[in-house]
């Protein structure tokens, strides 16, 4: 159980393109999931948090206008990078988290999109 | 302000036991998890500890000193495919996740 899938797991694409990131719990249902993007040999970094029927929580400096966030089903999340330049090259990786599980609420994470802005 | 500390980096020999050291101090607890993140990958969950003690789940195990914000999660008859980074994380009061910056271990034959 708790299988988080993402999709597409690589994208490469020109500079001042948008890409669109998919995130779905495929065997639950997520109330809530978060987005988390890592540079190489750096440690997770948590963008925004993502509440299915609600606007998405962004931490600080993270750009609203830039990484738009969609949870419009409790099984989809989304991801997408407006107008993308090199330095958004990154790892993103989205998790969630089961709705019972609201003492522990242990994060299970997709497989990750790994993004290539050219 | 809220800090999670580990060590960046650990080398181990194949089939021994290493042990992975997280320390923290956050506002509030509501528990412990120790992720595995293989390199280019997304990290998997390992453990969650809220209660002081020893939790072991087959080679690995993790423990929790709530009075010292002290955890170890310890490897036993290592092997190869071990070789990745360890990730500490906390919730806090909040409910945040609050990570580590990880331990990336070393594996030698």
């Known amino acids: 159980g708790a299988v988080v899938s993402q999709h597409p797991s690589w994208v490469i694409c020109k500079s001042g393109t948008s890409v669109k990131i998919e995130c779905r719990s495929l065997?639950?249902?997520?109330?809530?999931m978060f987005w988390y993007r890592q540079f190489p040999k750096q440690s997770l970094m948590l963008m925004a948090t993502?509440?299915?029927?609600?606007?998405?929580?962004?931490e600080q400096g993270v750009e609203k206008d830039k990484f738009l966030i969609n949870h419009a089903s409790l099984t989809l999340s989304t991801l997408t990078v407006t107008s993308a330049h090199p330095e958004d090259s990154s790892f993103y990786i989205c998790?969630?988290?089961?709705?019972?599980?609201?003492?522990?609420?242990?994060?299970?994470f997709g497989p990750g999109t790994r993004l290539l802005v050219l | 302000g809220q800090n999670i500390d580990q060590p960046t980096e650990m080398t181990a020999t194949e089939g021994a036991i290493v042990q992975i050291n997280c320390t923290y101090q956050?506002?509030?607890?509501?528990?412990l998890f120790w992720y595995q993140q293989h390199a280019g990958e997304a990290p998997t969950f390992l453990s969650y500890?809220?209660l002081d003690g020893l939790e072991e789940k087959g080679r690995f195990s993790s423990f929790l000193s709530r009075s010292k914000g002290y955890s170890y999660l310890l490897l036993k008859e290592l092997q190869m495919k071990d070789s990745a980074s360890y990730l500490c994380?906390?919730?806090?009061?909040?409910?945040?996740?609050?990570w580590g910056a990880g331990t990336k271990l070393i594996i030698k034959p």
């Open positions: 500890n809220v």
């Open positions: 956050t506002s509030g607890f509501n528990g």
């Open positions: 993502s509440n299915e029927g609600s606007k998405a929580t962004y």
């Open positions: 994380a906390v919730l806090d009061s909040n409910y945040q996740l609050i």
């Open positions: 065997d639950f249902q997520a109330t809530t």
């Open positions: 998790s969630a988290t089961i709705p019972e599980d609201r003492e522990v609420r242990t994060q299970y």
